[in-house]
T-cell receptor, first 113, second 113 residues
Framework: AQTVTQSQPEMSVQEAETVTLSCTYD???????LFWYKQPPSRQMILVIR??????QNATENRFSVNFQKAAKSFSLKISDSQLGDAAMYFC??????????FGIGTKLQVIP | DTAVSQTPKYLVTQMGNDKSIKCEQN?????MYWYKQDSKKFLKIMFS???????INETVPNRFSPKSPDKAHLNLHINSLELGDSAVYFC????????????FGPGTRLTVT
């Protein structure tokens, strides 16, 4: 079985500041992939960033980057220069085994103007 | 062009009724999913189909029956609706491998009264 844990139900950040969302996971698979998805109030789930477990280099997408610690099974998301449009639920997800995807419970991010 | 579409977006019905939610993707993906998101935003996979074949069938009541007439469609039929079925149901698709991101539909908010 694979699990994904997001220990921060809610976070807040001042506009233009940096915030880090935590995610830990557990899996018995040797080949797996990790994702962060964003769900704004519109309800639409959107991919933020993707990390291959076999890659040591941390993924980066513009203002979004991850800190992937494979040994610690940690996969945190850093959002730099936070913008009002970043306010959303953020879900960490683990994909491993045959099309098995597990989502964390989400972290609600509030951006304060 | 909408990549993954669901109809209807909102569904209000009474207990005991039978209802269906339709999903279509125009991305050429061969894997499709149904997720249930409860009131606490927890996202849980229900079913996964690959090339019209059922791959994942999580612990879901038999009242829920997915049907995939072709690779581009995955419909969800729910019999004898219960209050606890009230949730947002998301359809998603992916390229088929665990390494690929999932593209989500806009969700269907089901309210059972």
């Amino acid at each position: 079985a694979q699990t994904v844990t997001q220990s921060q139900p809610e976070m807040s950040v001042q506009e233009a500041e940096t915030v880090t969302l935590s995610c830990t996971y557990d899996t018995s698979e040797s080949d797996y992939y990790l994702f962060w998805y964003k769900q704004p109030p519109s309800r639409q789930m959107i991919l933020v960033i993707r990390q291959e477990a076999y890659k040591q280099q941390n993924a980066t997408e513009n203002r979004f980057s991850v800190n992937f610690q494979k040994a610690a099974k940690s996969f945190s998301l850093k959002i730099s220069d936070s913008q009002l449009g970043d306010a959303a639920m953020y879900f960490c997800a683990l994909s491993g085994g045959y099309q098995k995807v597990t989502f964390g419970i989400g972290t609600k991010l509030q951006v304060i103007p | 062009d909408t990549a993954v579409s669901q109809t209807p977006k909102y569904l209000v019905t009474q207990m005991g009724n039978d209802k269906s939610i339709k999903c279509e993707q125009n991305l050429g993906h061969d894997t499709m999913y149904w997720y249930k998101q409860d009131s606490k935003k927890f996202l849980k996979i229900m079913f996964s189909y690959n090339n019209k074949e059922l791959i994942i069938n999580e612990t879901v009541p038999n009242r829920f029956s997915p049907k995939s007439p072709d690779k581009a469609h995955l419909n969800l039929h729910i019999n004898s609706l219960e209050l606890g079925d009230s949730a947002v149901y998301f359809c998603a698709s992916s390229q088929g491998s665990v390494s690929y991101e999932q593209y989500f539909g806009p969700g269907t908010r089901l309210t059972v009264t």
